[in-house]
């Protein structure tokens, strides 16, 4: 399994992760919400509504279109520091480790 292919996998299971700990919303934040210009929007969406409606099309869409895949991420941290007290953490660092983790390898 290729880069891409691993990446796209480890997002449909971050999805999946999500949606088994009832994070995952049927309704888009609003436009401004999604348009904020800080580091993971933490300013407009919580930490989950960030992975939904930001990472993982953005991830998906450059496997998609077989772009460059980012050189380096690390999300982790920020997901344990902002869901430290939330329902199903563990399993959704799990997952997030292991994207960080596909970054660090070449």
């Given at each position: 399994?290729?880069?891409?292919?691993?990446?796209?996998?480890?997002?449909e299971?971050?999805t999946?992760?999500l949606?088994?700990?009832?994070?995952?919303?049927?309704?888009?934040?609003?436009?401004e919400?999604?348009?904020?210009?800080?580091?993971?929007?933490?300013?407009?969406?919580?930490c989950?509504?960030?992975?939904?409606?930001i990472?993982?099309?953005?991830?998906s869409?450059?496997?998609?279109?077989?772009?460059?895949?980012?050189a380096?991420?690390?999300?982790?941290?920020?997901?344990?520091?902002a869901?430290?007290?939330?329902?199903?953490?563990?399993?959704?660092?799990?997952?997030t480790?292991?994207?960080?983790?596909?970054?660090?390898?070449k």
């Open positions: 399994m290729d880069r891409a292919q691993h990446c796209q996998l480890l997002l299971k971050l999946t992760v949606q088994e700990n009832d994070y995952w919303e049927a309704e888009q934040p609003s436009v919400a999604l348009g904020s210009s800080q580091p993971f929007a933490i300013d407009t969406l919580r989950e509504q960030w992975l939904q409606w990472f993982i099309p953005k991830l869409h450059m496997v998609a279109m077989n772009m460059a895949l980012p380096a991420v690390e999300i982790s941290p920020y997901v344990e520091e869901m430290k007290e939330a329902k199903g953490r563990a399993a959704i660092l799990a997952v480790r292991e994207l960080d983790q596909l970054f660090k390898s």
